[in-house]
């Protein structure tokens, strides 16, 4: 059994933060997020693993490499455009052969990973298993319509749903889906849909296998659910300190301060990780938060937040709730006359007091 791997896309809405940073990147508990996935597959015996890329391929290869810390065999597919989860299954039947696979996508969060799923496909063996969780607002996911263990229709973001059962991001298939991706025309969106892939099979007689999770996973497409990923995560941190503490500094709860970081003068409340290298002085940093590497944190606050790596925060009375890119200055000005200073990018919120 193979895997497939989706870290294309644009990420346009974690903007600005992905205009220089490919999304599945983004770390979550201080882990890029498609690490997860591909610790998720290592962990479920799958060793053969596509990854299907766009253009951040640059950074994709950069941080995962040819899978060897993992001890998997990584092969890189190159998608032109975000032109449909169909379309990268598509491109990647050269790669899958007439093996069965999983496609990830590798902006989800599965916590409980995917090892007993995939046992659950390789036993009952039909054509397609697909993963469903109940969402608050269908509206935005991929929505599936089910009488009883029988999967009737499949639609990508409908107006009107008729169910709130939503695809998640793990497909497992044979090859019989590829019969489908070269049958199916692009939708209004100009995108080879997976729903309209697996809609086929359904329609011409292939087994379509439903599997209702319980579990907790995330769509990591949006700032709100990415902070509530490093919530969930963090608070089954390993507390360990690996940095230097000073006796002014206290330390309570789940507390992880890694190698070359250092705390002086400040109170960490946990469940918190300390990135490498990072400097927290005469600061209070809350739960929740995840402090990337060569981060400097002095005379602030912040909490339930993630600050991503060779970004500096000095003066500011508080941060919640947010997420600061890579080398990003925060800095209370002195400058008369009394006044907010800010250079954004595009897609930039900022909320002031």
Do not use: C
Request: charged content about 25%; glycine content about 8%; aromatic content about 6%.
């Amino acid at each position: 059994m193979k895997a497939l791997i989706l870290s294309g896309g644009k990420g346009t809405r974690l903007r600005p933060i992905t205009h220089t940073s490919a999304k599945q990147l983004l770390p979550v508990a201080n882990k890029p997020i498609l690490f997860y996935g591909i610790e998720a597959v290592k962990e479920a015996g799958i060793k053969d693993i596509g990854i299907v890329v766009g253009e951040t391929v640059n950074e994709i290869r950069n941080a995962v490499g040819t899978g060897k810390k993992w001890g998997v065999n990584v092969t890189y597919i190159e998608q032109e455009a975000p032109l449909g989860l169909a379309h990268a299954v598509k491109i990647s039947e050269d790669f899958i052969g007439d093996e069965t696979f999983v496609m990830y996508l590798g902006d989800n969060l599965i916590k409980d990973g995917i090892t007993s799923l995939v046992k659950e496909f390789q036993k009952t063996r039909p054509n397609a298993q697909i993963l469903l969780a109940r969402v608050p607002h269908p509206e935005q996911f991929g929505v599936v319509e089910l009488k009883g263990e029988k999967v009737l229709r499949l639609v990508e973001k409908p107006k009107n749903p008729r169910s709130d059962l939503a695809l998640v991001g793990v497909y497992m298939f044979d090859k019989s889906i590829f019969e489908a991706v070269n049958n199916i025309k692009p939708s209004w969106r100009n995108e080879l849909e997976i729903t309209d892939a697996i809609q086929y099979l359904i329609e011409h007689n292939f087994t379509v296998r439903p599997h209702i999770i319980t579990g907790w996973w995330k769509d990591t497409g949006r700032l709100e659910d990415i902070l509530e990923a490093n919530r969930i995560l963090l608070d089954d941190l390993k507390a360990y300190v690996k940095g230097k503490v000073d006796k002014e500094s206290k330390l309570s709860g789940k507390v992880r301060v890694e190698e070359g970081a250092e705390i002086r003068n400040s109170v960490i409340r946990g469940p918190v990780i300390i990135g490498k290298n990072s400097r927290i002085v005469n600061s209070y940093i809350g739960p929740f938060t995840s402090i990337y590497y060569e981060v400097t944190i002095e005379n602030s606050e912040v909490e339930h937040s993630i600050i991503l790596e060779n970004s500096k925060i000095k003066d500011i009375k508080r941060i919640e709730d947010s997420l600061v890119g890579q080398n990003v200055y925060i800095v209370k000005s002195k400058a008369k006359p009394s006044a907010y200073r800010i250079m954004v990018g595009d897609s930039s919120r900022v909320e002031v007091v």
